[in-house]
């Protein structure tokens, strides 16, 4: 089958405020994450939810999700690194496998 | 590897117009989930596509993809009460696994 | 429980730039796949990134992300129609496992 053939990778998908974006995309180039995609999104939350350390995102504020896909030793430095970055800021970040084809693209 | 370190959570991904965007947050909420991100989405269909009951998407109407990442209890119930509100509503939802650092955050 | 009487299903994640959207969404109809959300996007890169031949993504251009949850067999004829598409237009697509409930709207 096709998707069979398919090489297995990790999707990194990190949802930030606005003005957090540009440093989790500077842990990708450092990850050597090749490529990502960001959209634009808006956060809601129930009591205590989508928080780090003493910051809390709230529905006025501008979020984005950064999507990137990348081998699994690369996964592995950017968890790392997004585990220190929302150390500080909030922000949420989920792994998950993915297929892909030409996985060259994906370093 | 740091990407075995993480916790295996659910994600629910919510599709649905617009008008129906409160709706399904009040089901995040009542489920438990703390935390979810919007996105504003616009859909296509084909023949028969993206509906529920009598009512159809069109590329016209605007949409919503709503996203949480909640423990598979929590999952549980808000597949259930999506079940429900998805009866007499258009919309769809996709149930994934990830891993997330930090799983107290996302109760 | 409840998220275990799902049905699994693909999901299939693409992306390309704005112009190219229509090609992937008349792929999504030759492969039968009955619905897709459409998400705007932007993306960046590092050395090399997101790209097929000689074609590059910069962070100026406007991109879409196109979402379809299909069968296995869909998906399968899904990935040979944008394997050939990519070959000559810049953009990634992403192929994993999901979870539906209601299997039957996304034949």
């Given amino acids: 089958m096709s998707t069979s ?3 297995p990778m990790k999707k990194i998908e990190v949802v930030v ?10 842990l990708f180039e450092h990850a050597g ?3 990502f995609t960001a959209i ?3 956060a809601g939350l129930g009591h205590g939810g989508y928080h780090a350390s003493n910051l809390t995102f709230n529905t006025e ?3 984005t999700m950064l ?3 990348a081998s699994e030793a690369r ?4 968890v790392v690194g997004l585990r220190e970055l929302l150390e500080s800021r909030s ?3 989920f792994v998950s496998d993915v297929a892909v084809s030409r996985p060259e693209y994906f370093a």
């Fill in 91 to 93: 922000g949420v970040f």
């Fill in 5 to 7: 053939t398919l090489s």
């Fill in 61 to 63: 504020a501008g979020l």
């Fill in 40 to 42: 634009s999104a808006a």
């Fill in 33 to 35: 994450v090749s490529g």
């Fill in 75 to 78: 996964a592995d430095a950017l």
């Fill in 17 to 26: 405020s606005n003005e957090d974006a540009h440093a989790v995309r500077t």
């Fill in 67 to 69: 999507l990137a896909v």
